[in-house]
């Protein structure tokens, strides 16, 4: 790369605006309550965090990068922040990677991707975003697609190449952002959310034979809603069935969406589209747009190519709604648990645990068969701080309305309940009774094979404030924030008005992934 050479602006020096935001950091850390600070989710030591940026592995180990927001706990100017693993179960913080320096990322250094190209060699690619005004968000944003590489190959430094894509502003209503890029039959391709002029949500598509020069070639996919007026934090990538059949995924995180019964119940939505594509075309969706994620805070997800070629993908946790009471702690926002995307026999995409969460595992409890008489509640655990819960409840010899796990139940009658709601025939995460936060309800619908066959799986994730429900091994999940009161956090086992039939139910202790 060294002999890209654009013409840089430089307005701050970039070493020390790293210096600054790690002393932010440091001092939110020193006052940081841990009440609900994650053992084994990936979170910042203190501040603001939003996306996962620049997922990749690279020279032996994985690489998170995320938005950070480091001298408060609302959304402020964004940095990337890093840590990293060479197992993806034991974590370690790495310095601040980027921050706000050049005259095209004066106000933020937005999301984007990593890329590793033919040489090699790691690039990034990330939106440079400023105000138009110079000021405020008042008159619309100026955002940019940005190159920068590392200088080492832990990635702990980073050298800001600059402006690759610019924006025709003519022709964007202010959002042009979150570069994904990867190489299909020899070329490489670029793909970014955009606002059109006619605030229209669309994916643009550029290429590049030397992933610095970038033309634009078409339009990708314009999303049918009319109400939808941006795509932030596009994905594509190829994902083949079990006969060998490629599809194509478009993953995006829909602005503007409406609520419609129980689809889009979020301020905004994460979701993708199964279809084909071929170089040369846009992208033709076989599928309406489907949710990864079924709970009420689950946003911004980026997903990378492992070198064992799964498709693994992290999310973001996102608060949604003001304020969240993790705020007031010195720290605001974690990621998901990495997930692995698959297209499964049902024709449909699986998102469940990698499988070196299970090495999180350390004592395991198993309480076996299980019956619960009409209205019955079993506590299974006294207090859990950081657990995974693998429950089979059978469907067929049940007759309970709702039946399932009180989660994060404390003395003050205070809980998160997660179940099976027969009625609606789905699994449910219900925050009705909870103390503080976000209430409201959330739920995952079952297929009719999935139904019918009388079993219903659930993998549930606890940790200090939130948990992650995987239904039936990934086919669908759902991701909350819970905010337990003080006091012991114990698990109810329940059934409502009916009896309920467990197969088995394992409980194991789970230890922190080294990042609190």
């Known amino acids: 790369m060294s002999d890209f050479n654009p013409t840089l602006t430089p307005i701050r020096d970039h070493d020390v605006e790293l210096a600054k935001a790690e002393a932010g950091v440091t001092g939110l850390a020193a006052t940081r309550n841990d009440r609900w600070y994650p053992k084994f989710h990936i979170a910042s030591n203190g501040g603001w965090i939003n996306d996962p940026n620049g997922l990749c592995f690279y020279k032996g180990r994985w690489h998170v990068f995320y938005q950070l927001h480091p001298f408060g706990t609302q959304w402020g100017q964004c940095h990337w922040a890093h840590v990293s693993s060479a197992d993806m179960v034991a974590w370690r913080r790495e ?213 064992d070629g799964r498709q693994i993908m992290y999310g973001w946790m996102s608060p949604f709604r003001e304020s969240a009471p ?75 309305e709702r039946a399932g796990l009180k989660l994060h139940a404390t003395n003050d009658g205070s809980y998160t309940y997660v179940a099976y709601d027969d009625q609606l025939g789905r699994v449910a995460i219900d925050r009705q009774a909870a103390a503080r936060g976000d209430r409201g309800y959330r739920t995952a619908p079952l297929s009719d094979a999935e139904l019918a066959s009388g079993k219903l799986e659930l993998r549930i994730f606890i940790d200090r404030g939130s948990i992650e429900v995987y239904v039936n091994d990934g086919r669908q999940v759902l991701s909350s924030y819970s905010y337990p009161s003080e006091g012991p956090r114990a698990i109810e086992l329940t059934s409502e008005s009916g009896t309920t039939h467990i197969d088995a139910l394992k409980i194991h202790q789970l230890k922190s992934i080294g990042l609190e």
Request: net charge negative.
């Open 95 to 307: 310095p601040i990677a980027m921050a706000p320096s050049l005259e095209q990322d004066k106000n933020g250094v937005f999301s984007g991707c990593a890329a590793i190209g033919d040489d090699g060699e790691l690039r990034f690619y990330y939106t440079g975003h400023r105000w138009a005004n110079g000021r405020d968000g008042s008159g619309g944003e100026w955002q940019v697609q940005m190159l920068a590489t590392p200088d080492n190959d832990e990635l702990t430094h980073i050298t800001k190449r600059g402006m690759v894509v610019d924006c025709p502003r003519d022709k964007v209503d202010s959002h042009f952002r979150d570069p994904k890029v990867w190489k299909t039959e020899g070329t490489w391709y670029m793909t970014f959310g955009v606002s059109s002029a006619q605030k229209r949500g669309q994916m643009w598509l550029y290429n590049s034979t030397d992933m610095v020069e970038w033309t634009f070639e078409r339009v990708l996919f314009e999303h049918p809603d009319p109400d939808v007026f941006m795509l932030e934090c596009p994905d594509f990538f190829p994902v083949t069935d079990r006969d060998g059949n490629e599809k194509w995924v478009i993953g995006f995180s829909a602005m503007g969406s409406k609520p419609r019964g129980f689809m889009n119940r979020n301020a905004d939505n994460a979701g993708y589209m199964i279809g084909t594509w071929k170089p040369g075309e846009p992208f033709k969706p076989e599928t309406e747009f489907r949710l990864w994620d079924c709970g009420h805070n689950f946003y911004a997800p980026q997903s990378f190519t492992a070198p």
């Open 326 to 400: 993790m705020q007031s702690d010195g720290w605001c926002g974690q990621l998901t648990l990495p997930r692995e995307i698959t297209l499964g026999a049902d024709g449909d995409l699986h998102t469940a645990p990698v499988r070196e969460t299970d090495e999180l595992r350390m004592d395991t409890t198993d309480l076996g068969a299980l019956d619960l008489n009409d209205n019955e509640e079993h506590v299974i655990l006294d207090d859990a701080a950081a657990v995974e819960i693998e429950l089979t409840i059978d469907l067929a010899q049940s007759t309970a």
